[in-house]
């Protein structure tokens, strides 16, 4: 087995929270090191490292992927959005705000994570029924709220995103 | 911490082939990445170069083979792909299903039905029920494209008969006729399933014609419980035929202790998942109507 010393790097070009990025990085980088480390994001967490708990997650062309677990490489010219690209001149965006209203956040830890896989379950069901929200939250970990302000905060978002047009970022 | 490796993307499936036979032992195909990252950081295997064959067009393409007999699923459909599929939902609606119960949502978003095949991990969703449904996967190497039935292509654990060189390029599984009536039975306390059956049944004038039965995650490799397909064939639907059955699938898990649950458990989990999706897809069939 060769292992190479030799590091080469490749050219990665991508857009993150709606800003053009371009950095160099190693093929074996993974997204969630590339996004804390070399940009400073830290709202995607590191926990269980192996696609389980969901505090990583990050959305990926606007579907939810774990950090942990995808090479920065995947992320050559596309979208990444991470949990700091919601909040827009200092308002958060419904989704955040109805978790707060909900008190559907306690350490917070798991927290980004949740909000951005909301994210993408309202973009694909605007009204989602219970069963829904919970198949998208199955693999969204929460060890000190329980679940049930969670769901009430994604009902709540909802309506208020249907109410006032509210689709974007 | 993953080490260092280079990433290749070949244009084409030869060139692929190309790549693997070239680097041979030093390289790895690299798709969704689910399974593959996670061994890597672990730090159990290394491969210096990885082939991604996600940059080779229409390999994630799901469509009705030319006889109209078969669906045709490009090997790198995400979970994600074939939940959504409407050709899965309307012809094989329990693939669909089943794709959705896989991890979780980031899983099926990224990760592949080829790759999750060819890693072979033994509490796959989609082999045991591919299994059932009689699929066959085509592969292609230095020598050709050749067809694997899905019974011969897992051979031990994380083991399966692709050879080195070798890319899987699609799964073609049997289009269930109308009368046909499916069932998958699941039990989870972890990520990945403690035991898990699929059924499919076929009844024609309240007798089953036939039957396919698969148990997976209670041993090395997804197995069809042959014994149990045959008692039920010529039969009408019951509670006594499917204990019966039932019986035999417990018979044939070859399940060891783990984490999952004690070998005794599984046993019994296997057991009562049989006679519950037999129950359901003899109830599914019995409506006649479509597929189910």
């Not at chain 1, 830290?42 to 997650?57: E, H, L, N, P, Y």
């Not at chain 1, 329980?146 to 309506?159: D, M």
């Amino acid at each position: 087995m060769i292992v190479s010393t030799e590091v080469k790097t490749i050219d990665l070009r991508l857009r993150v929270n709606g800003k053009e990025v371009a950095a160099s990085i190693e093929p074996c980088a993974l997204l969630l090191d590339f996004l804390r480390d070399q940009l400073g994001l830290k709202g995607a967490k590191r926990s269980c490292d192996v696609q389980v708990c969901g505090t990583c997650t990050i959305l990926l062309d606007g579907a939810p992927v774990s950090g942990c677990c995808t090479l920065a490489y995947e992320a050559h010219n596309r979208s990444v959005i991470t949990i700091e690209g919601l909040t827009q001149n200092g308002i958060l965006h419904p989704i955040q705000q109805a978790f707060l209203d909900a008190s559907a956040v306690q350490c917070g830890f798991c927290t980004s994570g949740m909000v951005l896989t909301v994210k993408s379950l309202l973009a694909q069901y605007p009204q989602p029924t219970t069963a829904q929200i919970k198949a998208y939250l199955d693999g969204n970990l929460c060890r000190c709220t329980g679940y049930w302000n969670i769901l009430t905060a994604v009902r709540q978002a909802a309506q208020v995103m249907a109410s006032t047009g509210a689709l974007s970022p | 911490m993953l080490a260092p490796f280079e990433i290749h993307e070949p244009a084409t499936v030869s060139e692929a082939v190309d790549m693997l036979t070239h680097y041979d032992e030093d390289a790895s195909i690299y798709a969704g990445g689910t399974e593959l990252l996670l061994i890597m950081k672990e730090g159990l295997v290394h491969y210096p170069h990885l082939v991604n064959i996600k940059t080779i067009p229409q390999m994630d393409a799901i469509r009705l083979g030319i006889d109209e007999q078969r669906l045709k699923i490009g090997a790198q459909a995400t979970h994600r792909q074939v939940e959504q599929s409407s050709l899965v939902q309307e012809h094989i609606p329990l693939l669909s299903e089943a794709a959705a119960q896989i991890g979780n949502l980031r899983v099926r978003t990224t990760g592949t039905i080829g790759g999750n095949l060819c890693f072979a991990e033994p509490h796959s969703d989609p082999a045991t029920l591919l299994l059932a449904c009689g699929a066959s996967l085509d592969l292609s190497g230095t020598n050709g494209v050749r067809t694997v039935p899905i019974e011969d292509f897992f051979t031990g654990l994380f083991e399966t008969a692709r050879k080195p060189d070798e890319i899987l390029l699609a799964i073609s599984v049997p289009i269930l006729p109308v009368g046909s009536g499916s069932a998958y039975s699941k039990f989870s306390i972890h990520a990945r399933p403690t035991a898990t059956v699929a059924v499919i049944l076929h009844m024609q004038d309240s007798i089953i014609d036939s039957a396919r039965v698969a148990l997976g995650s209670v041993g090395p490799t997804p197995v069809r419980v042959v014994q149990a397909e045959e008692i039920l064939r010529g039969e009408k639907p019951g509670d006594e035929l499917f204990a019966a059955a039932a019986a035999h699938a417990q018979a044939a898990t070859d399940a060891v202790d783990d984490i999952y649950g004690s070998a005794a458990y599984k046993a019994h989990l296997a057991q009562v998942l049989t006679q519950r999706a037999l129950e359901q897809a003899a109830t599914r069939a019995g409506a006649g109507d479509r597929v189910h």
